[in-house]
T-cell receptor
Framework: NAGVTQTPKFQVLKTGQSMTLQCAQD?????MYWYRQDPGMGLRLIYY???????DKGEVPNGYNVSRLNKREFSLRLESAAPSQTSVYFC?????????????FGPGTRLTVL | AQSVAQPEDQVNVAEGNPLTVKCTYS??????LFWYVQYPNRGLQFLLK??????LVKGSYGFEAEFNKSQTSFHLKKPSALVSDSALYFC?????????????FGKGTRLSVIA
C-alpha cells in the first residue's frame, strides 16, 4: 500500500515549456486534490475532483489544467510554464465522506521555472 | 466564506515545556477542524480533527486540541515538547455541510523546539 504517489519529485522547466505532474492513490479514495505550497502562503488549492469524472476549480486555477483519468489517477498540467508557477506541488486524496475524513498527501513535486 | 488564521508564523519552545500553536476560524455554520504537520521535504500528515462531541480532541504523537466555539479557536497543544516535534503545522477548516467545498488551510506555523 503506497498511499499517494507523485512523479516527478523534482523538475526544472524553462518559461513556456509544458509538463504534466502525475498523481496516483491506491486507497480507493473518491476525492483527489492538487495544492501548491509557497513560503508564507500556506497551501492553496488549484483544482480538485470530488469523484471520478468531475473536476472543479480551487483558489488558484489559472495556468493549470487537470484530468481525472480514473479513480486512481489525477494529473495536473502546465501548458505554458511561467516563473510564478515555481512552487512545491502536493496531491492529496480523501475517502468516503470527505467532509469528515482526513486527507492523505503525497510527497510533493518541487518545480522550478526559469 | 470560511477562513482560518494562524496568528504566529513561528513558535519557539524549550524541550520539555508545554507548547501551544494557535488557530482561529471563521465560518457561518458549525465547522470541521483539522491539524496537519509537515516535516522537512515531506507531504502533510494528519494529526487530529474535531467533528462533534467532546471539545478536547486527542491525536497522534501526544498532541491534543481544544475546540472553543465562543472564541472560534482550535489551538493545538502538547504537555511536553520534544525536539522531534519541530516542524510546520497547519490548521484547516471545512463547514459541516458544504457540498464539495474542500478544506481551507491556514498559512502554517513553524514550531522550533530547542534542546
Amino acid at each position: 500500500n503506497a498511499g499517494v504517489t507523485q512523479t516527478p519529485k523534482f523538475q526544472v522547466l524553462k518559461t513556456g515549456q509544458s509538463m504534466t505532474l502525475q498523481c496516483a492513490q491506491d486507497m480507493n479514495h473518491n476525492s483527489m486534490y492538487w495544492y501548491r505550497q509557497d513560503p508564507g502562503m500556506g497551501l492553496r488549492l488549484i483544482y480538485y475532483s470530488a469523484s471520478e469524472g468531475t473536476t472543479d476549480k480551487g483558489e488558484v486555477p489559472n495556468g493549470y489544467n487537470v484530468s481525472r483519468l480514473n479513480k486512481r489517477e489525477f494529473s495536473l498540467r502546465l501548458e505554458s510554464a511561467a516563473p510564478s508557477q515555481t512552487s512545491v506541488y502536493f496531491c492529496a486524496s480523501t475517502s468516503g465522506t470527505e467532509y469528515i475524513n482526513e486527507q492523505f498527501f503525497g510527497p510533493g513535486t518541487r518545480l522550478t521555472v526559469l | 466564506a470560511q477562513s482560518v488564521a494562524q496568528p504566529e508564523d513561528q513558535v519557539n519552545v524549550a524541550e520539555g515545556n508545554p507548547l501551544t500553536v494557535k488557530c482561529t476560524y471563521s465560518v457561518s455554520g458549525n465547522p470541521y477542524l483539522f491539524w496537519y504537520v509537515q516535516y522537512p521535504n515531506r507531504g502533510l500528515q494528519f494529526l487530529l480533527k474535531y467533528i462533534t462531541g467532546d471539545n478536547l480532541v486527542k491525536g497522534s504523537y501526544g498532541f491534543e486540541a481544544e475546540f472553543n466555539k465562543s472564541q472560534t479557536s482550535f489551538h493545538l497543544k502538547k504537555p511536553s515538547a520534544l525536539v522531534s516535534d519541530s516542524a510546520l503545522y497547519f490548521c484547516a477548516v471545512r463547514l459541516t455541510f458544504s457540498g464539495n467545498t474542500p478544506l481551507v488551510f491556514g498559512k502554517g506555523t513553524r514550531l522550533s523546539v530547542i534542546a
